[in-house]
C-alpha cells in the first residue's frame, strides 16, 4: 500500500512539471519573449524519469494512465524541441560586407528599395510571416 | 526598421494593422529577397494550413554606408532575436555613427 502512494505521488510530481513547463512555454511563446530551451528540457526529462519512477510501483490504473500521459507529452515536447532547430546557413552577406540591394512590395502594395535608406542605420529582420 | 517575411502583400498588410505596426513589412512572396540573403528553408510544416517556405529568422543591422554591421541569426523557429541584445547592438552602432 506505501509503494502504491509513493507511486502516485512520483506521477503526480511528474505530470505537475510536464504540464507547468508546457504551459510557460506556451505562454512566453506567445508573448513573444525568448524561451531559454535548455531548462525546458531538463524538466522534460525530469518529468519522464519520475513518471517512471512512479511506474515501476505499480500505481494502479489511473496512475499508470497518469503516468502515460505525462511521458507523452514530455516526450512529444522534447521531439518537436529538437525538430524545430534549423539549419545555420551561411548568410550570403557576413558583417563588414555590402548588404545587396533589393526591391520588394510593403503592406500599401509599394515597391520598396533597401538603397532607398542609404545614409541612415536599417534594422532588417526576416521573420516567418504572420503565422 | 524593415520586416520581410513571405507573407503575400495582403498578409503583410493585415498583420500591420492588426498590430498597428509602424515600421515597413515587406512582402517577398516568391523568395527572392530571402534566396539574395540565403535564408530560404523549406521543409517547415506550420501547425495550420499547408507547408510554406519561410526565411531562417534573421537580423541585420546595416550601416548608413551599406555595410553589414551586425547579424542576429535564430538557430529554432520558435525562438526569436532576443529585444536586448538588438536594442543593445542597434545602440551601439548608432552612438558609433554620431
Given at each position: 500500500m506505501l509503494n502504491d502512494v509513493s507511486g502516485i505521488v512520483f506521477i503526480l510530481v511528474a505530470l505537475g512539471i510536464v504540464v507547468g513547463t508546457t504551459a510557460t512555454f506556451w505562454l512566453q511563446t506567445k508573448a513573444l519573449r525568448v524561451p531559454r530551451p535548455v531548462g525546458y528540457l531538463v524538466l522534460m526529462v525530469l518529468g519522464i524519469l519520475l513518471a517512471l519512477m512512479g511506474f515501476v510501483k505499480e500505481p494502479g490504473l489511473p496512475g499508470g494512465l497518469a503516468a502515460s500521459f505525462t511521458i507523452l507529452a514530455a516526450s512529444f515536447f522534447l521531439f518537436a524541441s529538437l525538430r524545430s532547430s534549423l539549419p545555420a546557413k551561411r548568410t550570403s552577406a557576413g558583417v563588414g560586407q555590402p548588404a545587396p540591394d533589393f526591391t520588394a512590395r510593403d503592406g500599401d502594395g509599394q515597391n520598396f528599395t533597401l538603397?532607398?535608406?542609404?545614409g541612415r542605420t536599417v534594422l532588417l529582420k526576416f521573420f516567418r510571416g504572420y503565422w | 526598421m524593415v520586416a520581410i517575411s513571405a507573407d503575400t502583400v495582403t498578409e503583410a498588410a493585415r498583420m500591420g494593422s492588426k498590430f498597428e505596426l509602424t515600421l515597413t513589412l515587406l512582402s517577398d512572396e516568391s523568395l527572392v529577397v530571402t534566396r539574395l540573403y540565403n535564408l530560404d528553408y523549406k521543409a517547415y510544416a506550420p501547425i495550420r494550413g499547408p507547408k510554406r517556405p519561410m526565411a531562417i529568422p534573421t537580423t541585420f543591422l546595416i550601416g548608413g554606408d551599406g555595410l553589414v554591421k551586425w547579424i542576429d541569426q535564430s538557430q529554432d523557429h520558435s525562438m526569436r532575436s532576443d529585444e536586448e541584445v538588438v536594442l543593445a547592438a542597434v545602440r551601439e552602432a548608432l552612438s558609433a555613427d554620431s
Open positions: 538603397s532607398s535608406l542609404k | -
